[in-house]
């Protein structure tokens, strides 16, 4: 049976996966995991066919990012293996995107929504709630809206929060403000800035972040936080959508990078932020890899 599950929301992807992958490891399943950058369809094929004949073992395939490198004939060689469980896990930027698998595929298909409003108040409560902390709605609300709703954000400051409290059971304002670091926000957006118009002093910028002492995973998630920034700047300069809110940041008017480039380093982001959940990557290797992406 293949099944494709997408998300344009990598922390949900990844969770669905994992999720998926503990159901089957206590069904007594051995997993067998593929990456895009390693994928094979000859391979896989073999694999396949090799545990069929001589494995006693059940045998589960997930792919990751893998789905759109297969051609209509593989894919039906691979819907011809009816005792096999293959699953896609795929990361749209765009839910558009998803029209090309419904158009030319007849195959189980889900796509993961995004958390809204209560649920993702529930689900940062409960992040908390795992380290018997509590927090009020009024100061978790202050804090998602200061991620701008980003997950994989949102968890990283929780955990910087918890860090932070020592013995104390409930985050207060002050809490959160002396932790959501704006400093570093600024350096961040004006390091991407660099990073397009002189590459050599983008690189120092980012060394200077590492030798102060942020973190690898926050500068990722700072990079990515940015990086919708502009994004959403560019479309509305081009005309695009509309312009919903002021840009915090006056450089953000001479940003050097287009909307297309924009796009596929932020395409690019997501597949590296994935690896590092999957514990394919490190955090500084996945910095050095964005880094060398840039044109």
Not at 13 to 20: C, D
Not at 109 to 131: C, P, Q, S, T, V
Request: aromatic share 14%; hydrophobic share 40%; with cysteine.
């Amino acid at each position: 049976m293949i099944k494709v599950f997408c998300s344009k929301n990598s922390y949900l992807l990844l969770q669905k996966r994992k999720k998926i992958e503990k159901n089957f490891s206590e069904q007594g399943f051995e997993i067998f995991l593929i990456q895009n950058d390693n994928f094979d369809f000859e391979k896989l094929f073999l694999e396949i066919e090799n545990f069929q004949l001589f494995s006693s073992k059940k045998k589960v395939f997930l792919l990751s990012d893998c789905f759109d490198k297969l051609k209509q004939k593989e894919l039906e060689k691979l819907k011809s293996k009816k005792d096999v469980d293959i699953i896609f896990f795929e990361f749209l930027s765009d839910k558009r995107n998803l029209n090309k698998f419904k158009k030319d595929f007849d195959i189980y298909l889900e796509f993961i929504e995004d958390l809204k409003d209560e649920a993702l108040l529930r689900w940062a409560k409960e992040k908390f709630g795992f380290f018997n902390v509590k927090i009020k709605d009024d100061v978790l609300d202050f804090l998602i809206e200061g991620c701008d709703k980003d997950m994989w954000l949102i968890e990283n400051y929780i955990k910087k929060i918890i860090a932070f409290l020592g013995d104390k059971k409930e985050v207060s304002f002050e809490d959160v403000l002396k932790n959501i670091n704006q400093k570093t926000e600024v350096n961040i957006f004006s390091t991407i800035n660099y990073i397009f118009g002189d590459k050599k002093k983008g690189l120092r910028f980012l060394l200077n972040h590492i030798k102060k002492g942020d973190n690898p995973l926050f500068l990722l998630s700072m990079i990515e936080y940015q990086l919708r920034t502009i994004l959403e700047f560019l479309q509305a300069k081009e005309g695009r959508v509309f312009l919903k809110k002021n840009f915090k940041y006056a450089e953000i008017k001479n940003i050097k990078i287009d909307f297309q480039t924009a796009s596929k380093l932020y395409n690019d982001l997501m597949i590296l932020d994935f690896k590092i959940k999957q514990g394919l990557l490190d955090p500084q290797q996945a910095l050095e890899k964005l880094f060398y992406k840039i044109p």
